[in-house]
């Protein structure tokens, strides 16, 4: 093997070399990317996960009214639990309504939708007064089977995204 073949198959490994060292910087099990965290409430206790809750309050800051808490229960266990009661710190007890006029059920392997047309809804009748935008609030789900699961909701008005979310009725004026 001539020499300007040899120095440049040096060259091709320590570059190659190079690469698969920097590019494994990034991977593992303590990666940077790891780090990042989702901006909604969250949270899993036992079988029950718990994702994108929000207490949603009438569009008018000033307006007088119900508010609604929305979230997605997920149920990763082999038996079906309860949603029994949904509580708001500072605002009480929703008003739980099935979507299907049974109780309020989040099946095995499945999932339970809070808020929104043709779901379950959870609804706090003086929830305006109560909470305030742009507060994080303590919402507590109660299950026959995990028992209490709690995890701080964002507060929002039902504007742009929310709007669909928001209160079944405004009160009138």
């Known amino acids: ?38 901006d909604h409430a969250a949270t ?60 309020l059920t989040v099946p095995a392997g499945g999932r339970l939708i809070l808020g929104g047309d043709g779901n379950a809804a959870a609804e706090l009748p003086s929830g305006g007064e109560a909470v305030r935008d742009g507060d994080v609030q303590k919402v507590t789900f109660a299950l026959s089977e995990t028992g209490d699961v709690s995890l701080g909701a964002f507060v929002v008005p039902a504007e742009s995204y929310y709007t669909s979310w928001g209160p079944s009725g405004a009160p009138a004026a």
Do not use: Y
Request: net charge negative; hydrophobic share 40%.
């Open 44 to 103: 899993s206790v036992g079988d029950i996960e718990i994702q994108n809750a929000v207490v949603v309050t009438q569009p008018d800051e000033q307006a007088k009214g119900p508010a609604t808490v929305i979230a997605t229960l997920f149920n990763k266990g082999r038996t079906d639990q309860t949603l029994e009661s949904i509580t708001v710190d500072g605002a009480g007890a929703a008003a739980l309504k099935p979507a299907d006029g049974r109780n």
């Open 1 to 38: 093997m001539s020499s300007s073949l040899r120095r440049g198959a040096i060259a091709a490994s320590a570059i190659a070399f190079s690469v698969a060292t920097l590019a494994g910087c990034g991977a593992g099990h303590n990666a940077q990317t790891l780090e990042i965290q989702p």
